[in-house]
């Protein structure tokens, strides 16, 4: 080996053996840079782009059982009726009996509760312990083939019709923001506080 080629080597290991780079001046860094640990500044890769607080509000859709995150709206039973004809019929049976998908509406299981026989089908009547969760689930699961695509007085107007059918409202029943965190469920009352001392404790 040449002392020329010898040399050229050793200047590009440098003394430890490892290619040799020259440390990144404050200026060849760009502004918006992130370091992540201790001497690492990753650039950005420029994909994306900081969410907007429109789409940020077209994701939060979740409702909680006080019924807060319940919109604007209001839907009545025949609306819903006529909605279910439309949207739910083909996948719940004509009555709710379910067919592709499960069964929605049995006002004779409310008399006895999933909880104290768990071979009946699970239903709006014996199984669903909040009216507004119900809202929050058709609001963001259904129709399966177009989820999230119902209006507020669409999704109202649903859950009042299935309320109904299940005979846990009237046939006269308005849901809005206001009456439907009021509905008591049947088997509200099934579902109790996790008492056990952990996750790792089952009485």
């Known amino acids: 080996m040449s002392a020329a080629l010898l040399l050229t080597l050793l200047l590009g290991l440098g003394c430890g053996g490892e290619p040799s780079t020259p440390n990144p001046s404050p200026s060849s860094t760009t502004t918006a840079a992130k370091a992540t640990g201790p001497g690492r500044v990753y650039a950005p890769v420029g994909l994306g782009s900081p969410a907007t607080p429109e789409e940020i509000a077209a994701w939060d859709l979740d409702v909680s059982p006080s019924g807060e995150g319940l919109p604007a709206g209001s839907g009545t039973v025949s609306q819903g009726q006529a909605l279910y004809a439309a949207q739910c019929m083909a996948c719940h049976g004509v009555k709710g009996e ?55 007085d669409q999704t109202y107007a649903l859950t009042a019709y299935l309320l109904a059918e299940n005979r846990v409202v009237g046939a006269d029943f308005v849901a809005d923001a206001k009456t439907l965190p009021a509905v008591k469920m049947p088997t509200t009352v099934k579902f109790v506080p996790d008492d056990r001392d952990s996750s790792n404790v089952v009485r």
Request: glycine share 12%; proline share 15%.
């Open 98 to 152: 379910g067919g592709v998908g499960p069964k929605l509406i049995g006002p004779d299981d409310a008399k006895t509760g999933f909880g104290d026989d768990p071979k009946i089908p699970k239903t709006m009547a014996n199984w669903w312990p909040y009216a507004t969760t119900a809202y929050d689930y058709i609001r963001r699961a259904m129709p399966q083939h177009a989820p999230g695509s119902m209006t507020p």
